[in-house]
């Protein structure tokens, strides 16, 4: 897993699909469904093993939803999540 990886702003994300798109690994996936009236699918990093934290999608987004965060092993079953910190 990469030192940093996609975390995502879904308060300001319009799920337009291209940060999926242009994933190289194909790391990302539109599976996070919107909540109320709100039916779309969101993006999540499906693969976050295989992410190489390369920016690609951070850099697509053209809202600017996207930003890397550093990563932190959270249990034993190698799950991760993005730290708090905003380096």
């Known amino acids: 897993m990469a ?18 798109d242009i994933c190289p690994l194909s790391c990302i996936d539109m599976k996070k469904k919107g ?19 390369c920016s690609i999608c951070m850099n697509g987004c053209p809202v600017d939803s996207i930003t890397m965060k550093s990563t932190v092993l959270v249990n034993a079953k190698k799950s991760y999540q993005p730290s708090l910190d905003t380096e």
């Open 35 to 53: 909540s109320g009236s709100i039916k779309k699918l969101y993006p999540i990093l499906a693969l976050p093993d295989t992410c190489t934290g």
């Open 3 to 20: 030192s940093k990886i996609p975390a995502f702003n879904y308060d300001t994300c319009i799920a337009c699909n291209i940060c999926a």
